[in-house]
């Protein structure tokens, strides 16, 4: 029978099950490396099945860094077993990116294989001493309040589920302490020791001193951390009041009309819904800079690493950074089309579109951007350039040089967000092909998703 100390973490874990509102048949899928903290929350979590009525799963990410690594994905697999846990082990292959080093790569890799496995919650075990170190190195790398407030225990997913830390209240020590209770087995990464590594650098080293000297530091600084969270929703409502001030998409006047500070809080807010990265403070500032002080006149595309700035006559969005194009023509045959961040879909209809006929005696059909000297006569217009074509449907100029068009024998048929050419276009009840370019809102100054 366990001790109240013992059942402390059990009855945690249950709240924070409890809290988020977990339902009877929602899958839970926690990150198992095999360590202390993970393999005493599988445990928990199995014993806690019959009570809530979720499905357990768990994901071990096999990073292939350490002579270990097969070892470690074994256990995990028999302890799983013994459980009745079914268990996704993933082989990757650490390779860090330029200005990355190994122990981000290896982070990233993890999030991206355990995000491919879909659950309603993913669940890790994060605990007290994690968030401490998390605040202090994120403080030290000169983070605001919305990366100091660090991890919750519970973050709500939009769509439903989340992700889950129940152990986020309990300590290194009463995690292990419940460990050796429970006469569990785990092991451990060698790697986690090696002070070349900023964590385990703060871990080993800073952690220790700070607390020989303030022995509840760790404690302090999770409130701390709960406390920078609560500056961030405070953060996060004057963006959502100022975002809805500047209407949408924002007017270029009102944005300009903001603070300094609050025009890059209503950035930053932007960006992180987006679920885009937030850039540095100089890159950010530089941005802002150079929208406050250009004219309306004068269009922007300012990239802020994975985003890109846009500002265009009286309008200013956020995006993502553009894919690249194809060099040359992509051949449509039929069906859909990947071009850019979206796709081209032709949809069969009747009366209206490009025509079918027209389409099916042509040598050669093809998706590409604009070119030189491109023209065309649209449905009920005179012939004139593309280009212009464009700008008078106040199209953004990187909007220009992306959008569509279906080319064929060297004519132009048809442009996303402009139309079908007279020669090209259906006429009383014959078949034809109704074109689109379906991208994600998020490209678009209005969050219009088809042109």
Not at 38 to 51: D, I, N, P
Not at 85 to 102: D, F, I, K, N, Y
Not at 420 to 437: H, I, L
């Amino acid at each position: 029978m366990r001790t109240k100390r013992q059942a402390a973490i059990p009855r945690g874990v249950a709240g924070v099950i409890a809290e988020a509102g977990v339902r009877p048949g929602q899958t839970l899928q926690l990150a198992l490396s095999g360590g202390v903290d993970s393999m005493l929350l599988l445990k928990v979590l199995a014993g806690l099945r019959e009570r809530f009525g979720f499905v357990l799963r768990a994901h071990h990410v096999h990073h292939g860094l350490s002579p270990n690594a097969d070892h470690w994905a074994a256990f995990c697999e028999a302890c799983c077993t013994a459980l009745k846990v079914p268990l996704t082990v993933s082989r990757v292959h650490v390779q860090p990116e330029a200005g990355e080093g190994w122990e981000a790569a290896a982070r990233r890799l993890r999030h991206a294989a355990l995000a491919s496995e879909v659950a309603d919650w993913q669940v890790s075990a994060h605990h007290l001493d994690d968030q401490a170190e998390t605040v202090l190195f994120r403080l030290l790398r000169g983070a605001g309040v919305h990366g100091a407030a660090a991890m919750r225990a519970i973050e709500p997913a939009v769509a439903g589920g989340g992700r889950l830390r129940p152990l986020l209240a309990f300590s290194r020590a009463q995690i292990e302490a419940a460990a050796n209770a429970e006469a569990l087995s785990w092991v451990e990464d060698e790697s986690n020791a090696d002070p070349r590594f900023s964590r385990n650098y703060l871990r080993h080293s800073v952690m220790p001193a700070i607390t020989a000297r303030w022995p509840s530091a760790a404690t302090t600084l999770a409130r701390a951390a709960g406390n920078f969270d609560e500056a961030a929703g405070l953060l996060d409502e004057l963006a959502v009041q100022d975002a809805e001030a500047c209407g949408w998409p924002w007017s270029r006047s009102a944005i300009r009309a903001l603070s300094g500070p609050r025009l890059a809080n209503l950035l930053r807010w932007r960006l992180r819904a987006l679920a885009l990265p937030v850039p540095d403070q100089a890159r950010l500032h530089e941005a802002m800079r150079q929208l406050q002080s250009c004219s309306h006149e004068r269009p922007l595309m300012l990239p802020l690493g994975g985003a890109v700035l846009h500002a265009y006559r009286e309008v200013v969005w956020l995006s993502p950074t553009y894919p690249p194009l194809p060099e040359d023509g992509v051949p449509w045959q039929g069906g859909a089309v990947a071009w850019g961040e979206g796709v081209v879909e032709a949809v069969p209809t009747v009366g209206a579109g490009v025509s079918q006929a027209r389409l099916a005696e042509a040598a050669r059909c093809e998706i590409m951007a604009r070119w030189p000297g491109c023209r065309v006569a649209l449905v009920g217009r005179p012939r004139k350039d593309v280009r212009s074509l464009s700008q008078g449907a106040s199209l953004a100029p990187v909007d220009r040089d992306r959008v569509p068009i279906l080319r064929v024998d060297g004519q132009v048929a048809w442009i996303a967000g402009l139309g079908v050419a007279a020669v090209f276009a259906c006429r009383g009840d014959e078949p034809g092909w109704q074109f689109a370019w379906r991208r994600p809102a998020a490209y678009s100054a209005d969050g219009v998703a088809v042109l």
